[in-house]
C-alpha cells in the first residue's frame, strides 16, 4: 500500500497521540504542523493532497485558492463546527470538505455543566483559598440547582445531553430550538419557548447551538436585557454567539450572576497557546477576566480521552473514504 500524506495543521501532543494510535498501520502518513492553517501559511500543504483542520484554522477563500493550486483536494475538519471554512469557495475550487458531525456529545455537555457548578459554588476560589491556608468562606455562597429554571438554546445532541444533566438536579427545564424535538423533549419534560421568554425566565441559559450569519451575537446588549437579574450564562459552544463588549457592559452593571466560557469570540491565536510569559494582547479578554464571576476555560470541552480517539477514528475513515480506500479499513478497528 502506497500512504498518502495529510497535512495536520494546529496539532498539539493529544491530537498526535490520539490519531498516530488510531492510524494503528493504515497508510496515512501524517505531516503534523504545531502552527495553523491560513492564506499565510498554506503554502505548506504542497504535496499533499488533503489537509486536516481544527476550530481555529482559517480556511477561508484566499487559503482555499492557494490550497487548490497546490492539488489539494480535501479538507478534513476534526470537529464538529465548520464556520471557520468558506464552503461556497472549497465547492468552487473543487475541494470537497467533510468533518465530525457526532464524537462523545458527553465530553461537552459534561463540561458545561461542571462549569456551571464551578462558578457557583466557587469551587475555584475555594481551591486556591485552601491552599493558602484561607479556611475562611466570606463570599463563597452558591445557590440550590433544585427548583431553579435551565434554558437550553440548540437542543441537538449536546443540548440534549445537558439538558439530560440538568434534570437529574430536580431543575424546571425550558428549550429553544427552530428544529424543536418533540418526543424527546415530552420524555424528559422540556418545555420549547421563543428565545426571549426563554431569556426572561431562566436563571441559567446554556448555550449549544451552531455559529452562523443567523447566530452570530445571538446574545447581544438587547438580549442581555432580557435575561433575569443574577441569571448565569454557560457558552460551550463558539464565542461569537456573545458580543463580548455587550457581555462586559452588563457584568459591570452586575446585571448579570454568572458567566462561564468555554469559548471566546476573538479566541483564535490566544487559546490552545501558553501565552503565560508575555503580556496578554486582548484588552476585553482582559477584562473578562478581572470579573469574580467570569470562569473561561480555553476551548477544552471537547477534551476527553474517548472525544479524541472519536475525532481521530471518524477523521480517518473520512480521509480514506475520499481516497475510495475504504477496502483497507477491514480488519481494523476503525
Ligand atoms: P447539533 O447540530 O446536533 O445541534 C445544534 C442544534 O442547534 C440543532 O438542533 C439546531 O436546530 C439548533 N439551532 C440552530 N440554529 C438555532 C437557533 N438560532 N436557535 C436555537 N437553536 C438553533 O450540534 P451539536 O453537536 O449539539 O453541537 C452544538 C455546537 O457545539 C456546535 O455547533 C459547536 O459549535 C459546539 N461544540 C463545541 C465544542 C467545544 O469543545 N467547546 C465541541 C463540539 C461542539
Sequence with gaps: ?????????????????????????LPIAWRFHEFRLSEETAASAKGTTAVCVFVNDRVDAPCLRVLADLGVRLVALRCAGFNNVDLRAAASEGIAVVRVPAYSPYAVAEHAVALLLTLNRQIHRAFNRVRDLNFSLSGLVGFDLRG?????????????????????????????DPNPQEAWADSIGLQYVGLHHLLERCDIVSLH??????????????????????????????????????????????RIGGVALDVYEEEEGIFFEDLSGQ???????????????????????????????????????????????EPWLEGTAL
Design 1 to 25: 500500500m502506497t500512504s498518502f500524506p495529510v497535512s495536520f495543521y494546529d496539532s498539539k501532543p493529544y491530537d498526535r497521540q490520539a490519531f498516530l494510535e488510531a492510524c494503528g498501520e
Design 148 to 176: 431553579k429554571t435551565v434554558g437550553v438554546v440548540g437542543t441537538g445532541k449536546i443540548g440534549q445531553v445537558t439538558a439530560e444533566i440538568f434534570r437529574g438536579f430536580g431543575v424546571e427545564l425550558l428549550g429553544h
Design 209 to 254: 447551538l451552531p455559529l452562523t450569519p443567523e447566530t452570530r451575537y445571538l446574545i447581544n446588549e438587547q438580549t442581555l436585557a432580557r435575561m433575569r437579574q443574577g441569571a448565569y450564562l454557560i457558552n460551550t459552544s463558539r464565542g461569537k454567539l456573545i458580543e463580548t463588549r455587550a457581555l462586559i457592559a452588563a457584568l459591570k452593571a452586575g
Design 279 to 325: 503580556p496578554l494582547q486582548d484588552d476585553e479578554l482582559s477584562r473578562l477576566l478581572t470579573f469574580p464571576n467570569v470562569l473561561i476555560t480555553a476551548h477544552q470541552a471537547f477534551l476527553t480521552r474517548e472525544a479524541l480517539s472519536q475525532i481521530a477514528s471518524t477523521t480517518i475513515r473520512n480521509l480514506l473514504r475520499q481516497r475510495d480506500c
